[in-house]
């Protein structure tokens, strides 16, 4: 059984480029999560989409927006990229997004794609 | 403001012994708490998870205590071996999970 997958593994995109990043949640999984790590500190939730609708999202600026498919695949995207924007992109896919509804809420990541802004 | 702390950067232990890895975090509405494995260039691999209704949960070597009034949950590892080399982050929330920054484990053959 396929675990989560991304797209592509590494990308390289110079200052004020746009950028799309793909994931493909576990079969049977409805919510997908993105998080963006930086070398040196934990992951740091940007979005979550549940049912195609967005349902979280954290404290980035309106240059990151993303979208999740019928399909459950999801896309982000980066706009007016800054160097900063460097990291390590990770997407998560879980069943549920409400542990409160019954069962666990484990989210399983993908191996990220490397975005590198020169 | 760091709501998920992992106050130690890194831990060594010999082959064989327990690793105990710590983890503080300052919001009580927190409902759901996880330990994540990551090696270089991979994504975190999850390990084991414990919600905020139980005090303690086993699978296999590793066993996470949560202890609610602390606001602190540890995970322990037994016995420890080379290949649980990696950082350890723990994350904790409910949909939206906030991670801390890790802890580095060395298991020394």
């Given at each position: 059984?396929?675990g989560?997958?991304q797209?592509p593994t590494?990308?390289i995109?110079?200052?004020?480029?746009?950028?799309?990043?793909r994931c493909s949640?576990?079969?049977?999984?409805?919510s997908?999560?993105w998080?963006?790590?930086?070398?040196?500190q934990?992951?740091?939730?940007i979005?979550?989409?549940y049912?195609?609708?967005?349902?979280?999202?954290?404290?980035?600026?309106?240059?990151?927006s993303?979208?999740?498919f019928?399909n459950?695949s999801s896309?982000?995207?980066?706009n007016?990229?800054?160097?900063g924007?460097?990291?390590?992109?990770?997407?998560?896919s879980?069943f549920r997004?409400n542990?409160?509804?019954g069962g666990?809420?484990?989210q399983?990541?993908?191996?990220g794609?490397r975005l590198?802004?020169? | 403001?760091q709501?998920v702390k992992q106050?130690?950067p890194?831990?060594?232990?010999?082959?064989?012994?327990?690793s105990?890895?710590?983890?503080?975090?300052?919001?009580s509405?927190?409902?759901?708490f996880l330990?994540?494995?990551?090696?270089?260039a991979?994504?975190?691999t999850?390990?084991i998870?414990i919600?905020?209704i139980k005090d303690?949960?086993?699978?296999?070597r590793f066993t996470?205590?949560?202890?609610k009034?602390a606001?602190h949950?540890s995970?322990?590892?037994v016995p420890s071996?080379?290949?649980d080399?990696?950082v350890?982050?723990c994350?904790?929330?409910?949909y939206k999970?906030?991670?801390?920054?890790g802890?580095r484990?060395k298991?020394l053959?």
């Open positions: 059984d396929a989560v997958t797209s590494h990308l995109k110079t200052r004020g480029q746009h950028v799309t990043l949640p576990i079969s049977g999984h409805k997908v999560s998080y963006q790590q930086v070398l040196g934990g992951p740091q939730f979005f979550q989409y049912e195609k609708e967005e349902r979280g999202r954290g404290n980035f600026p309106d240059r990151f993303a979208r999740q019928p459950y896309e982000l995207n980066v007016a990229l800054l160097l924007d460097s990291a390590l992109y990770l997407c998560a879980s997004i542990p409160a509804s666990s809420n484990e399983f990541f993908g191996p794609t590198t802004v020169l | 403001d709501q106050n130690s890194s831990l060594s232990v010999q082959e064989g012994r327990i105990i890895l710590n983890c503080d975090y300052t919001n509405m927190f409902d759901y330990w994540y494995k990551k090696y270089p991979e994504g975190p999850f390990l998870s919600s905020s303690k949960n086993e699978d296999g996470v205590f949560l202890n009034s606001k949950l995970l322990h590892i071996q080379p290949g080399s990696a350890y982050f994350a904790a929330g409910t999970y906030i991670f801390g920054t802890t484990l298991v053959a």
